[in-house]
């Protein structure tokens, strides 16, 4: 079923009436797909939709999923990894605590992603996690840590790729190091030491403000920012500027860019942006 953009206007509308979301600013193609999927799969038109929302609060929460829904790996771009590990080692180590939050976090795998490589660089005591999403479903998969057996081959191709270049000494540990493995149920899961780390916890993107109160060191925000317009992407970077300590690092996907005035905030290498220091002359 194809939307009008005064479909899709109604349905914003609508969402905003009852509820705090806001999705006015999201990238109008991808937002006017994900509408287009719901109704079609549902079989019914929009003002059903708009009459169901409005109905229901618990049916408004199962569609905002629906609509935020992103997916995610273990050590997905592993390139990134080996530009980010030499990051981590040259800008972090030496800190007293690493700071990290992981902003529209998904099912968890990225957060997972990064405590192995803290571990391997034998940082990991220092951490100090933080995922959120707007999506309780994918948080609940996040805090579980278990994910499917069959996608085993890609996670440690992933993970080899991402951590090759490290010397020997860093890498004593295997990926079966850490996950434990249950094939009769198509399910592996990550090792309790690494799912007790993160503190997870529901949190809005467009509308909510930083509910830690804390500078982060590392920012991790990969394939989110590509569904929201131009001026919602900068108002997010400022967020995430103004929420990263000194020689903080934004890390983002790999299809999404920091572009205008923002953008002179920042250093960058591949997608990862370093937090310029303001000067005082």
């Known amino acids: 079923m194809t939307l009008t953009k005064e479909d899709i206007n109604l349905f ?22 994900r509408i287009e999927k719901i109704v079609s799969d549902n079989n019914f038109d929009i003002n059903t939709l708009i009459k169901k929302i409005k109905k229901s609060d618990k049916y408004l ?12 790996e ?56 933080y995922a959120s999403d707007i999506n309780e479903d994918v948080l609940n998969v996040a805090r579980s840590g278990k994910y499917k057996y069959r996608d085993i081959s890609e996670y440690v191709e992933n993970f080899n790729e991402a951590l090759k270049d490290l010397p020997k000494e860093k890498r004593r540990f295997e990926f079966s190091d850490y ?34 109160d804390i500078k982060f060191d590392i920012i991790m925000c990969r394939n989110v920012l590509i569904y929201f317009n131009h001026d919602l992407q900068n108002k ?31 250093k960058k290498k591949e997608t990862i942006y370093i937090k310029k220091e303001v000067s005082l002359y």
Request: with cysteine; net charge positive; glycine share 4%.
């Open 61 to 72: 929460e199962e569609i905002v999923k629906e609509i935020t829904v992103n997916t995610t």
């Open 179 to 212: 996950i434990d493995i249950n094939k009769r149920r198509d399910v592996i899961k990550i090792k309790s030491f690494l799912t007790k780390k993160p503190n997870f916890f529901k949190h809005d993107l467009v509308n909510d403000k930083n509910l830690t």
């Open 74 to 129: 273990l050590f997905r771009d592993p390139q990134m990894w080996q530009v980010f590990a030499k990051i981590v080692q040259n800008n972090y180590s030496s800190k007293d605590k690493i700071k990290i939050w992981h902003a529209g976090c998904s099912t968890g795998q990225e957060v997972y992603s990064l405590q192995i490589l803290m571990h391997q660089l034998g940082l990991f005591d220092k951490t100090e996690v």
């Open 12 to 33: 914003i509308e609508a969402v905003q009436s009852v509820s705090t979301y806001d999705f006015s600013d999201y990238s109008i193609k991808s937002f006017t797909r």
């Open 236 to 266: 997010i970077f400022e967020f995430f500027h103004d929420n990263l300590d000194k020689n903080g690092s934004l890390v983002i996907g790999r299809h999404e860019g920091i572009l205008g005035p923002i953008s002179n905030k920042f």
